[in-house]
């Protein structure tokens, strides 16, 4: 059965994904770019911003496995872009085509979360935008038919991340926990969410910069 | 100057330093032993509880800095006694002297923080506990005036940590992150507390089961 997978999502020792005081300057919240400064040491995650150098080894070998026997991509709106609500027009609406340039790492279809409707936008390079309006399980049954038998990678934000688990779609969920203390910001796990009854910590290995933690499903669960 | 120093702080990946719903059958809460097992797979963790064998090691290490140079500690009242409020009487009560047996693994003075007085106990092999209801100040100045010049290591639990934390009393602090989940309970983390402006993350090691985090000072705090 092909996986919903998450890769490298980057959490502070202090167990926020993103920091606080999010807005157009700050789309990852305040100190929240830290968390990812390890991805761009990377030799795949600086080949992801068109860059050439960087490590190889345990970091390196996270990132890629975000890519390995990945069909398709599903990730909310505040992963797509910064701005809320209606998409508006101009550069930060309806012109917006993310923040990947235009030939995005994805290089197959992503599926957008959004209470807001808009036409697929395809890019070069094989990434195709699709905006889905009608929820997270339509969302991921839209992307299993595109994976084509491939597994499907959900990308963030935290909300993303956490009504996905909520649901017990996740099957597979990698953590890169950063040598950072933000104090405040967007939490990855909260008490009720239940991930502690479905999943259990398989791994936790150190690599160059960041702790990899691996959660799988709980076997009787 | 002699430092205030935590060691060995066993943390779930979610965040907590103890499970929910702690009693006098779970004084760790429903499942926070699990994150205390890595010690006891230690030489020096084994040691303490009167056994030989164990892992020598990152892990080992970390045990044992938390006895290295320390001639003090102080400790809140739940890591000393399952038992809330008045002392009472018996073998919960004014007849308790703490988890650790005839020798408990100090072999220095030690400090309980508590709002109910009682008279120190002199046990076999050097501890003495101290009882102390005059606050976590006065608590540290009679823990350093003991050591004499030495260090003082602060132990749990999770509410005595968070106040030395949030009063900028703490000088060093090793946090063991460990491969579980626990959904609820104790969090050391809390916004609001300060800790990120206060320290940083200076190194972050994986040991053969857990992972360490040491928190230092920030410079220009």
């Known amino acids: 059965m092909p996986k919903l997978r998450v890769h490298a999502l980057a959490m502070s020792l202090d167990g926020y994904v993103a920091g606080p005081d999010q807005d157009l300057a700050h789309p990852l919240g305040a100190g929240g770019e830290r968390l990812h400064d390890w ?94 309006t009608d929820g997270i399980e339509s969302a991921l049954r839209s992307a299993f038919a595109a994976a084509d038998g491939a597994d499907v990678r959900l990308g963030g934000g935290a909300a993303t991340v956490r009504a996905y688990l909520r649901a017990g779609l996740v099957d597979e969920l990698e953590i890169a926990v950063a040598p ?16 502690d009854q479905r999943y259990e910590c398989a791994a936790l290995v150190a690599g160059e910069s960041v702790v990899h933690a691996r959660l799988t499903r709980v076997a009787t669960a």
């Open 180 to 195: 950072v203390l933000l104090g405040a910001g967007e939490p990855l796990f909260v008490t009720g969410d239940g991930v």
């Open 39 to 132: 991805v761009f040491e990377t030799r795949t995650g600086r080949a992801m911003i068109g860059e050439s150098g960087g490590s190889e080894g345990v970091d390196d070998d996270a990132v890629a496995r975000g890519f390995a026997g990945i069909g398709a991509t599903v990730m909310g709106r505040n992963m797509f872009g910064p701005v809320r609500g209606e998409w508006g027009s101009g550069e930060w609406g309806d012109d917006w085509t993310g923040w990947w340039g235009d030939e995005p790492p994805y290089h197959h279809p992503v599926f957008v979360l959004t209470h807001h409707e808009r036409a697929p936008i395809e890019m070069a390079g094989g990434t195709t935008f699709h905006f889905v």
